[in-house]
């Protein structure tokens, strides 16, 4: 039954399946239900005379099995994501480093800016202990910190860049490091669950490279495309010109 195996074939591909797996998931999805009702006798009669509603059928349950497999893969990707979220710090290192650079043009008492750019740099902690404060202490110095900022908001605004298009430009950037990161693991699995976790972004960015020949392959099949080279070699590019463009 050669259209069958063809369509296992193409179910063994996407899903990263042994092919006897990947039959073996054909025929429960096929039988259980489409061909339920059917004898088994009627289910080999219409195989062996290459029936046109049964190859309809198989077409369906390789879609169906192809479907369920990204849907779990994205699923998958997204509680990924939410992890690693939980995990990161909710200020980036750019965030930070923008504020420390700042402080100085707001700030004229040294205490204070020393007092800030410790807290931001080194934490609650380090400060408290640097500058002996209970937390009380710590609090009541951050509210007036925040208050005064919030009083002088106009004058402190012209000292921030564009935040805007520098944080779109920062988020970019930590997309791109995170995937490279995961390259370099030679974690293919963990490539392809990234991509679903925001298709969009990498569809577009995937676009953008000229060089790449199947772009439908690299999006939904990393780990067997042929355009690893020209994905890797274009984020590695990205990311030097948006960290200089983020250094200003």
Known sequence: MTYFHQEAGKVASVTHQSQYEARTSLINELYLKRLKAFAPRKILSMALHNDSWLRTRI??????????????VKKLANQDVEELVDVLPMISEYDIGQA??????????DRTKGFIQTTLQH????????YHLSKRQFNRKVNDISRYCSKHRGEIRQ???NTEKQQLL???????????????????????????SDCKFWEDTIGEIPQVQYQYYLLHDY?????KTAFIS???????????????
Not at 100 to 109: A, K
């Open 59 to 72: 077409t369906y349950s390789r879609k169906g099995l192809i479907n369920q497999h990204l849907k779990e």
């Open 100 to 109: 420390v650079r700042v402080v100085p043009l707001i700030f004229s008492n």
């Open 123 to 130: 934490g609650e902690l380090e400060a408290r202990d640097k």
């Open 159 to 161: 000292f921030i860049p």
């Open 170 to 196: 920062a988020n970019r950037l930590k997309k791109l490091k995170t995937m490279l990161l995961l390259i370099n693991r030679d974690d293919d699995y963990s490539v392809q669950q990234l991509m679903y």
């Open 223 to 227: 780990s067997h495309s042929e355009d």
């Open 234 to 248: 274009y984020i590695n590019e990205q990311i030097n010109q948006l960290e200089e463009q983020l250094r200003g």
